[in-house]
């Protein structure tokens, strides 16, 4: 992903941890996860969407713990699930494998569901 800024972030899903490249940066950052596999608030299992919006708030499709996570730009050691967390599942607030997600131009959240053959929109406080 590519912000406005023109940083890189890069899903380092076997690293359970997110990039990020500022412009004309040697090294990267940990800006989510690397703290090791697992479903901590901490912690990512096989992500693999991110989104990053105009305040650098990310938002990390956590695929194997069925949640989509948000890290805002003040606080790089904790996310918060903002939809999912709840099993493996098909029910309204429930994943089966997310692998990707968008946002429209209301702030409308978009998550593709593979195993459930869906995708689900779910209204969250946000700015693009």
Do not use: C
Not at 28 to 39: D, E, M, P, S, T
């Amino acid at each position: 992903f590519v912000d406005r800024q023109q940083n890189v972030y890069v899903s380092d899903h076997l690293n359970y941890r997110v990039m990020k490249w500022n412009k004309g940066a040697k090294e990267g950052i940990v800006v989510a996860g690397g703290q090791g596999k697992g479903n901590a608030l901490t912690q990512l299992s096989d992500h693999q969407g991110i989104f990053v919006d105009t305040f650098g708030t990310l938002y990390v499709v956590d695929t194997w713990n069925h949640r989509v996570m948000r890290w805002t730009q003040g606080d790089k050691k904790q996310g918060t699930v903002i939809v999912g967390g709840n099993g493996q599942g098909g029910g309204a607030n429930q994943f089966q494998y997310p692998i990707g997600l968008s946002f429209d131009r209301h702030g409308n959240l978009y998550v593709a569901d593979e195993l459930n053959n869906r995708v689900q929109r779910f209204s969250i406080e946000q700015d693009l």
